[in-house]
């Protein structure tokens, strides 16, 4: 059986920034699930088999699925509906809305050796859905997304030793949690910015903020001395997902922006008063 890629989500923050996710990549795992995902389709009994946090729909207790989500470790499969503990069956009961797939979910925390039982569950035509894998497809458009830094500093003009400038990446400080629908589940995204200044002095200041503006005087740096100095900001962008109840899950490999300014500090003159 070969697998179908899952559909495209779409999601617009309330910054106006568009979020889409359409690429479903298999090998990027979220930091919960280090292993890489290893999701094939069989034509035999195993429908599906793969490793890493398994997503179950809702009709799966509660219980269940928080405890498969959240295996790293395990092997999962997805068998014919008839295929059980005590062998086969002559037919099963249950049945499915339109367009899905019934299958037998089952488990292994030993690679493999034992097998435990989930039961039946209704999947989209699409198959399985990893956490990695929606990790993986918001982690590169959410990337898209982000609001670009841009330095500013004031004063503007005639900066001066031992007097504080200003500065401000130009950026919000945050987002709006991203609520995105993927392969029938709900699926938000919360990012959460941090800031990582570097004066060109060797004077560095990570904040929480993306800045201020005068008087408030939380992100600003007196120079010592005239001279250019090139001020560059990283910002590092981290982000945790909900998929429907389960989680938070934290995604893998954070997102950094840099932007640089060259600012001139001039030569401070004493001047007599008569």
Request: proline fraction near 8%; aromatic fraction near 6%; glycine fraction near 10%.
């Amino acid at each position: 059986m070969t697998r179908k890629p899952l559909l495209a989500a779409f999601a617009t923050t309330a910054a106006g920034a568009v979020i889409l996710a359409s690429s479903w990549a298999l090998s990027v795992a979220l930091a919960s699930s280090a292993q890489a995902v290893d999701v094939v389709g069989d034509d035999e009994a195993d429908r599906y088999v793969g490793s890493g946090g398994l997503v179950l729909p809702g009709t799966v207790p509660e219980q269940t699925r928080v405890r498969v989500a959240s295996c790293a470790d395990c092997r999962w499969k997805m068998t014919d509906p008839c295929v059980t503990e005590g062998g086969s069956c002559d037919s099963v009961t249950r049945g499915c809305a339109a367009g899905r797939q019934l299958l037998r979910a089952w488990i292994s925390r030993d690679a493999g050796r034992t097998w435990e039982e989930l039961g039946l569950v209704c999947l989209a035509p699409s198959g399985p859905v990893t956490v990695a894998e929606v990790g993986e497809a918001i982690h590169d458009d959410f990337e898209q997304g982000l609001p670009a830094s841009r330095i500013r500093y004031q004063p503007p003009r005639g900066v001066l030793p031992y007097l504080p400038v200003v500065f401000h990446s130009g950026q919000p400080a945050g987002i709006p949690p991203i609520d995105v629908e993927i392969a029938g589940f709900r699926v938000v995204v919360t990012p959460t910015p941090r800031w990582s200044w570097d004066f060109g002095d060797g004077s560095r200041l990570d904040v929480g903020i993306p800045g201020s503006t005068y008087p408030d005087m939380s992100v600003s740096h007196a120079y010592r001395s005239g001279g250019a100095r090139e001020v560059r900001v990283t910002t590092t962008w981290r982000a945790t997902v909900m998929i429907d109840d389960l989680g938070p899950f934290e995604v893998q490999g954070p997102v950094t922006q840099e932007s640089a300014a060259t600012i001139r500090v001039g030569q401070a003159r004493a001047v007599l008063v008569p």
